[in-house]
């Protein structure tokens, strides 16, 4: 750590000149990006007659690239300069955006144009995740990690509190016309672009670049599966991404086929999920090491009632009332996850192993938004968010069950005062001399802890 960086506070990483530059010109560009997707939400509707199966499609196009070309972002991110890759991937996502604005607002766009533009969108973000991802460890460093990846959800969460009611109004204003979010997302990339450009290199943390070879993306996949406790959170991103994270769909259609609201009521039903979000992430600058496994597991069964309450609300005003302890519980798991896995990941690997977990949990979404959004469609929008709860209550208490089987984990249960927790009972430690042995063939000092584990 730099001399003059303090470890402690909320907003120690903004101390850091290089992350101050990223974050300021990260909140002006995803304010942009959440005035496009809720004005492509509202865009899709328009165009298909509010159905919820096209809604839930042109979610999984712009995420089904994920799939296929996210390990190799992370394979270019360990390998190559990541801000210079970073300039041009948000250069190409501004392009994209500016086209769909030009469509628009010449009366020339058409449904089949709005999926083919989600889909290259997503071939763009695929790899610009995972590089994103890493790039923030080179920013701040590994002491300064878990408040960064905290204070990127909170900016993510406040560009989500301000970018959708910015949508509703601007499509509000513009008669049901569109094109003018589109448009704004298109010059938001530039600024993130000028910050890219006026870093000082020399201050980056930067990893030894990894030498071009075969077998990379192997390497990658063996090392996450040699550590189990990657393994878990995985998973758990898997589900909860797949069946759990589909609130850009299921609020769209809560507030259009439920409520009868309008697309600046959609807005606002959008910001208060993200100012529970944007709590949430507040709440996990405080945090300055690695998360438990416990944590993520109750976390995930928080969410999923919390997910599930939102879909037996009976109006829209208790409704949005709801949607905020979502949103806080949903970015609570969410930045525990990422920072357990960035950290628990080696600096040379960190990049293809980002790039997994940003398959796992953003590759479920082109089978999970499409399916919500059917059964929305066909059974009402409130079931997606109980089925969607009730899933991901099944994977915390599945998880808790790996858990307590690996780690020989009880749950206590309290009345008074009501409480609900996991102790993990020690492990049974071998006579000294076999113990020593074991270290010995393992290639450490006898005594010496193996961090991580």
């Given at each position: 750590?730099?001399?003059?960086?303090?470890?402690?506070?909320?907003?120690?990483?903004?101390?850091?000149?290089?992350?101050?530059?990223?974050?300021?010109?990260n909140l002006v560009s995803l304010t942009g990006t959440?005035?496009?997707?809720?004005?492509?939400?509202?865009?899709?509707?328009?165009?298909?007659?509010?159905?919820?199966?096209?809604?839930?499609?042109?979610?999984?196009?712009?995420?089904?690239?994920?799939?296929?070309?996210?390990?190799?972002?992370?394979?270019?991110?360990?390998?190559?300069?990541?801000?210079?890759?970073?300039?041009?991937?948000?250069?190409?996502?501004?392009?994209?955006?500016?086209?769909?604005?030009?469509?628009?607002?010449?009366?020339?766009?058409?449904?089949?144009?709005?999926?083919?533009?989600?889909?290259?969108?997503?071939?763009?973000?695929?790899?610009?995740?995972?590089?994103?991802?890493?790039?923030?460890?080179?920013?701040?460093?590994?002491?300064?990690?878990?408040?960064?990846?905290?204070?990127?959800?909170?900016?993510?969460?406040?560009?989500?509190?301000?970018g959708p009611s910015l949508a509703g109004l601007l499509?509000?204003?513009?008669?049901?016309?569109?094109?003018?979010?589109?448009?704004?997302?298109?010059?938001?990339?530039?600024?993130?672009?000028?910050?890219?450009?006026?870093?000082?290199?020399?201050?980056?943390?930067?990893?030894?670049?990894?030498?071009?070879?075969?077998?990379?993306?192997?390497?990658?996949?063996?090392?996450?599966?040699?550590?189990?406790?990657?393994?878990?959170?995985?998973?758990?991103?898997?589900?909860?991404?797949?069946?759990?994270?589909?609130?850009?769909?299921?609020?769209?259609?809560?507030?259009?086929?439920?409520?009868?609201?309008?697309?600046?009521?959609?807005?606002?039903?959008?910001?208060?999920?993200?100012?529970?979000?944007?709590?949430?992430?507040?709440?996990?600058?405080?945090?300055?090491?690695?998360?438990?496994?416990?944590?993520?597991?109750?976390?995930?069964?928080?969410?999923?009632?919390?997910?599930?309450?939102?879909?037996?609300?009976?109006?829209?005003?208790?409704?949005?009332?709801?949607?905020?302890?979502?949103?806080?519980?949903?970015?609570?798991?969410?930045?525990?996850?990422?920072?357990?896995?960035?950290?628990?990941?080696?600096?040379?690997?960190?990049?293809?192993?980002?790039?997994?977990?940003?398959?796992?949990?953003?590759?479920?979404?082109?089978?999970?938004?499409?399916?919500?959004?059917?059964?929305?469609?066909?059974?009402?929008?409130?079931?997606?968010?109980?089925?969607?709860?009730?899933?991901?209550?099944?994977?915390?208490?599945?998880?808790?069950?790996?858990?307590?089987?690996?780690?020989?984990?009880?749950?206590?249960?309290?009345?008074?005062?009501?409480?609900?927790?996991?102790?993990?009972?020690?492990?049974?430690?071998?006579?000294?001399?076999?113990?020593?042995?074991?270290?010995?063939?393992?290639?450490?000092?006898?005594?010496?802890?193996?961090?991580?584990?």
């Amino acid at each position: 750590m730099s001399a003059g960086t303090s470890s402690t506070g909320a907003f120690r990483s903004l101390r850091v000149r290089n992350y101050r530059v990223y974050a300021s010109a990260n909140l002006v560009s995803l304010t942009g990006t959440w005035v496009q997707r809720i004005g492509q939400d509202w865009l899709v509707l328009q165009l298909s007659g509010g159905s919820g199966v096209a809604l839930g499609l042109v979610t999984a196009l712009q995420f089904a690239p994920t799939l296929l070309l996210s390990m190799y972002g992370g394979v270019l991110a360990d390998r190559y300069d990541k801000r210079r890759m970073l300039i041009a991937t948000q250069g190409l996502m501004g392009l994209l955006a500016l086209v769909l604005a030009v469509l628009v607002a010449t009366d020339a766009v058409a449904l089949w144009h709005v999926f083919a533009l989600a889909g290259s969108l997503g071939a763009v973000a695929a790899v610009d995740a995972p590089v994103r991802q890493a790039f923030v460890s080179e920013l701040v460093g590994p002491e300064l990690l878990t408040n960064a990846v905290s204070l990127n959800s909170s900016i993510f969460n406040g560009a989500r509190l301000v970018g959708p009611s910015l949508a509703g109004l601007l499509i509000g204003a513009s008669g049901g016309d569109t094109a003018p979010a589109f448009a704004l997302n298109a010059a938001s990339f530039a600024c993130t672009i000028a910050a890219l450009a006026v870093m000082r290199p020399e201050e980056l943390r930067r990893s030894t670049p990894v030498a071009r070879a075969r077998g990379q993306l192997r390497a990658g996949l063996a090392y996450t599966w040699a550590h189990p406790d990657l393994v878990l959170a995985m998973a758990l991103a898997f589900v909860i991404g797949t069946f759990a994270f589909n609130y850009q769909v299921t609020i769209a259609l809560m507030a259009r086929e439920v409520f009868g609201l309008g697309a600046q009521a959609f807005g606002l039903l959008s910001t208060c999920f993200a100012v529970g979000s944007l709590s949430g992430a507040l709440l996990s600058t405080r945090r300055s090491a690695r998360p438990r496994q416990r944590f993520l597991v109750v976390s995930v069964v928080v969410f999923g009632l919390l997910t599930i309450a939102c879909g037996l609300m009976p109006g829209h005003v208790s409704f949005a009332v709801v949607l905020v302890p979502a949103g806080a519980a949903a970015l609570v798991f969410s930045v525990a996850n990422n920072s357990f896995v960035q950290l628990g990941a080696d600096p040379s690997m960190r990049g293809r192993v980002m790039a997994l977990y940003f398959v796992c949990f953003m590759g479920g979404t082109p089978l999970g938004a499409p399916l919500i959004g059917w059964v929305a469609e066909h059974l009402g929008a409130p079931w997606g968010f109980v089925i969607g709860g009730s899933i991901a209550v099944l994977a915390g208490l599945v998880a808790a069950a790996w858990l307590a089987r690996r780690h020989r984990v009880r749950l206590e249960a309290g009345l008074a005062p009501p409480r609900l927790r996991m102790r993990i009972a020690p492990r049974a430690v071998p006579p000294v001399p076999v113990r020593a042995a074991a270290e010995a063939a393992a290639g450490q000092a006898p005594g010496q802890q193996v961090a991580g584990r």
